[in-house]
């Protein structure tokens, strides 16, 4: 189960030209990140976003902000293959990270693989992930927890983060997802 003090969150590549492509498979994938990054941010989760060759796919999307987060441009597929995001989520020093991204199948699926690889317990929330089609979505989601990914979402990652009713954030994170 998730916990706010082993956990990181992950964001994978959700720039505006890949959001364009996938609007119609996913297209509550941008709004229920922005939440669960914001709630990363109330709770103090650190959180790496990457994005993926920004010069042609553009920068993430406006309405995912984390004033604390790192941002790295990647060019491999798995952000574990580029040394700054390797470097930086090695230095976090968390056990459990929090994902999801675009696209499901391919950069999402790669990063996912790659830090269960390297002993990470990997989170990832369905319903912030998106792809082009159905198929390869739902192909990426079984790859990923034939790995050992434990899939997800949002509001199981939430109650599990917050633990209770009691915790001091509660009613601002509840009120997120009404």
């Known amino acids: 189960m998730l916990n706010i003090k082993t956990s990181a969150l992950v ?3 959700i ?3 890949l959001i364009n492509a996938t609007k119609n498979v996913n297209n509550y994938v941008v709004q229920n990140m922005a939440k669960m990054s914001k709630v990363a941010e109330i709770l ?3 959180t790496i976003i990457t994005e993926q060759y ?3 796919l553009g920068n993430t999307s406006s309405e995912i902000s984390v004033s604390n987060a790192d941002v790295i441009e990647k060019a491999s597929f798995s952000a574990l293959l580029e040394p700054d995001f390797a470097e930086e989520i090695q230095s976090l020093n968390k056990k459990q990270i929090i994902i999801g991204g675009i696209e499901t199948h391919i950069c999402v699926l790669q990063t996912v693989a790659d830090l269960i690889s390297e002993g990470y317990e990997v989170y990832v929330l369905k319903d912030c992930c998106s792809s082009r089609n159905e198929m ?3 192909t990426g989601l079984e790859l990923m927890k034939q790995y050992g990914a434990k899939i997800s979402c949002l509001e199981i990652a939430l109650f599990e983060l917050l633990k209770t009713s009691k915790h001091p954030n509660f009613k601002e994170i509840q009120n997120l997802i009404k």
């Open 11 to 13: 964001i994978i590549d």
């Open 15 to 17: 720039q505006e030209k």
């Open 44 to 46: 103090n989760i650190p």
């Open 54 to 56: 920004p010069k042609g």
């Open 136 to 138: 390869e979505y739902n």
